[in-house]
């Protein structure tokens, strides 16, 4: 009869690895997006995973904490979003208005509407979107 034995699993590869610094950077400059963006301090909690107002108004003050998983794979997401739109128009504030304005790719909807769906997965769907909109995927 044949014997049964155990499969190792290899380790899954972990999320990207961040030091604090590049946190503190990644967090200032979402902070300013924001702004650029004209987003209110709901708006921007809710695209940061629902963290509370008040750690976002303390960010405001460069008074960064402990920053997840999560919350690293959001900063980057909008970060590329970001780095996305600045590659496809050559005027700032094109980009920065893109996010506010109706697009029939999402069905009427706005790239903020969708990203206010909460999920780490809406922000990677507008972020794949824009990836496809600059080059050949």
Known sequence: MPSLRKIE???APGG?????????????????????WQLTDEQATL??????????QR?????????SVDL???????????KALRLLFSDPNRGYGWVKRPNTDFGGKTALEIMLGGQLTDLMRVRRYL??????W
């Open 9 to 11: 699993q290899p380790l």
């Open 16 to 36: 990207p690895k961040f030091t604090e610094e590049e946190v503190h950077a990644m967090q200032r400059a979402v902070i300013n997006l924001f702004d650029r």
């Open 47 to 56: 695209l940061l995973g629902d963290i509370a107002k008040r750690t976002y």
């Open 59 to 67: 960010w405001k003050t460069k008074h960064y904490g402990r920053v």
């Open 72 to 82: 690293a794979a959001r900063l980057s997401n909008l970060l590329g979003i970001h």
């Open 131 to 136: 990836d496809a909109q600059r080059g050949n």
